[in-house]
């Protein structure tokens, strides 16, 4: 972790002119429908002890599933039947605890912090930063998700250009709307 916001700034500029020197697309997550919204709503109610409310993790999932096609959940590693009931220590007990362990070394981010997992993310070009360049506050709630696509593990990520398209499309409409209305005053 950077030892300051200066270092961490300093450390994010860096990669982003790497990224742009090789002309890597970049997908940016503020971008994708409906990631405002909720960066607006953990404003107004953010995570207590790591955890939202339920009616925000229902949003959290289902931009989960249609940006990325999983929820956290289902990157979770799912134990047999009865491991509860298993005597700790075991062979049998092992075996799965070591599969458990395993898929959890998997995914990286969701123990690291929201500037450290900004910057590992931003290495396979996804960006988790917001207009200012800071961490988005989702950041935390969908890393395990998208490195689970990353990775290939499960899931998808959307492709990078046309979420650029989409996004000046709706910008581009947008301008139209205000062009318009501003003449209808006009006359």
């Not at 075991?90 to 605890?97: C, F, K, L, T």
């Not at 696509?149 to 947008?174: F, Q, T, W, Y």
Request: one cysteine or more.
């Amino acid at each position: 972790m950077a030892s300051s916001y200066a270092e961490w700034k300093r450390e994010v500029s860096e990669l982003d002119a790497l990224i742009s020197k090789i002309g890597a697309s970049v997908l940016q997550v503020r971008k994708l429908e409906g990631i405002a919204e909720l960066e607006d709503k953990l404003v107004l109610s953010p995570p207590r002890n790591g955890e939202v409310t339920p009616d925000l993790e229902d949003i959290v999932d289902q931009l989960s599933i249609k940006h990325f096609g999983i929820t956290n959940e289902d990157t979770q590693f799912k134990y047999p039947d009865g491991f509860e009931d298993m005597v700790e220590g075991m062979a049998e007990w092992w075996s799965v605890q070591s599969r458990a362990d395993d898929h959890e070394e998997l995914f990286s981010t969701g123990l690291m912090t929201d500037d450290e997992a900004v910057l590992a993310l931003l290495v396979w070009g996804i960006d988790f930063r917001d207009d200012r360049g800071d961490p988005l506050r989702c950041t935390k709630l969908l890393c395990r998700q998208v490195e689970a696509a990353a990775l290939k593990i499960m899931g998808h990520l959307p492709n990078a250009d046309e979420v650029g398209l989409k996004s000046l499309e709706s910008r581009l409409e947008k301008d139209a709307q205000l062009h318009f209305a501003r003449k209808r005053t006009i006359k």
